[in-house]
C-alpha cells in the first residue's frame, strides 16, 4: 500500500505541476527566464509584468519540482539551458512543453467525457477546447522539424528520392498544416495538399500557409478522409491522424483509389505495442492511452463507422489494416520509441 501510495502521490504531483506548467507557458514565464541567467522573483514579475507575489508562488512549484534551480543566498531563480530546451525552446528537438495544453485540455473535458462514457461513448473531436488543437500543433511539430526529413522519411524505401524528383502529396488528417508545409518547403518540386474534415484546423493551416509566404505547392482543403481527391497521388500520408478517424478502413480503402500504381502509403502514428503488457509502466503508453481515452477514441465514436482504434494497440492492428486495403510490401519502416512509421506501396 505504501508503494502505491507513494507512486499515487508522484502521480497528483505531476498532474498539480503540469498545470504550473501549462501557466508558465502562457504567462510567458519559461521565455522570460531563458538565457536570463539567475533572477530574483521581484525581476521576473517586473520583466513579465505579472502579480509579484504570485510569481514568487509559481517559482517555489518550479523550484520543489527542480524546473528551476534556486540559489537561497542570492534569492535568486536559474532556469538552465537544458530545462529551458524542454520548455521554451520552440526549435529544440526536445521541446514537447505543448502536450501540457493537450493534458489541460483533457480536464477541460471532463463533463463531456463523462457524458460520453455514460452514453454512446462519442466526443466529437470538434468539441475540444481550442488548448487541444494549438497543443498538438506545438507538440508534434518538434517531432516534425526534427524527424521528418531526418529520420522517418529515410526510413521508407524510395520515398526521398520521389519527393526530390516531384510527387505529388495527400496528407490525410493534416490538421494545422505544419508537417505539410514543411515537406513541401523541404521538397520544393513536389505538391503537398493537406485534408481535414474539422474546418477551424484547415482555416489556421491556410492562415501558416500565408504566415510561411504562401509556398505555391502547399494547399489545404476541408474534406472528410474517405473523400481526398481526386488525385493521383504519389504518396498518400496520415500524421498521427489514423487512429483518430471514424473508419480508418474505409480510408486507407480510398487512399488506395486515389494512389498511382506503385505509390506509397506512409503512416506515422504514436509508439505502442501488441500486448497491454509490454506497455506498463511507461510514461510514453501512459500520456497516449489517456489521449486516447479523452480525445482520439470518443472522437472517431463521434463519427461515421465509429471504429474506435485508439491511439495505442500495436503495429500488428494497424499492419493488418494495411494489407486488408490492398496494400502490398506492407511494414513498419521505423520505430523511435516515440512514434511508429508504417509504409506500403499500392
Ligand atoms: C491528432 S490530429 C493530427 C493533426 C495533424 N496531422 C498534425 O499532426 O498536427 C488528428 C486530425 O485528424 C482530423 N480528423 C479526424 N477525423 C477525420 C476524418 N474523418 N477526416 C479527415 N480528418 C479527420 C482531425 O480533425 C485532426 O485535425
Known sequence: MEEFLGRFLTDFAGAAS????????RLGLYQAMTGAGPLSAADLAKT???HPRLVTEWLAVQTVSEYVVHDSAAGTYELPDAHAAVLSMVDSPAYVIGAADIIAGQYLAMSD????FRTDGALDYSAQHPCVFSGIERFFRTAYVHQIAES???AVPGLVERLERGARVADVGCGHGVAD???????PASTVTGFDAHEPSVAQARAKAIEAGSPG???F???DADGIGPGPYDVVVFFDSLHDLGDPPAALRRAHEVLAEGGLLVAVEPWSTDRLEDSVGSPVARIDFAA???LCTPGSLAQPGRYGLGTQGGPAKRLALLTEAGFREVELAADTGFNLVFAATK
Open 18 to 25: 503540469t498545470s504550473m506548467t501549462v501557466l508558465g507557458d
Open 48 to 50: 513579465t509584468g505579472l
Open 113 to 116: 467525457l463523462e457524458q460520453a
Open 152 to 154: 522517418w522519411f529515410p
Open 181 to 187: 508545409l514543411l515537406v513541401g518547403t523541404t521538397w
Open 217 to 219: 505547392n502547399v494547399s
Open 221 to 223: 482543403r476541408v474534406a
Open 292 to 294: 486516447s481515452t479523452a
